[in-house]
């Protein structure tokens, strides 16, 4: 149905800031909400923030205050603002279309001095 791509990933310190995306492929006739979910070597996979189609956004309690998602309709592509970096962060970052199983092929944050 959709490609999705996962960029943006790489190696900050604690404190600092990245911005990941992820960008669609192919033609969308509907507009579906977005996800951006997480996982630690080790860990299960985690939610992180969701956008839905009117724009109202969701966060873990980990990054709430911290993490932004946002998305670009006419590049079709989904942003995951991260501030305020810890090492807890550190993990494989996902995107998925709400209610499907498109996922993105991960892209790494590390959060280490």
């Known amino acids: 149905q959709v490609q999705l791509v996962e960029s943006g990933g790489g190696l900050v310190q604690p404190g600092g800031s990245l911005r990941p995306s992820c960008a669609a492929s192919?033609?969308?006739?509907?507009?579906?909400?977005m996800e951006w979910h997480r996982q630690a070597p080790g860990k299960q996979r985690e939610l992180v923030a969701t956008?839905?189609?009117?724009?109202?956004?969701n966060y873990a309690d980990s990054v709430k205050g911290r993490f932004t998602i946002s998305r670009d309709s006419a590049k079709k592509t989904v942003y995951l603002q991260m501030n305020s970096l810890k090492p807890e962060d550190t993990a494989v970052y996902y995107c998925?279309?709400?209610?499907?199983?498109?996922w993105g092929q991960g892209t790494q944050v590390t959060v280490s001095s």
């Open positions: 192919g033609s969308i006739f509907s507009i579906a909400a």
């Open positions: 956008i839905a189609i009117g724009g109202r956004t």
């Open positions: 998925r279309r709400s209610g499907t199983n498109d």
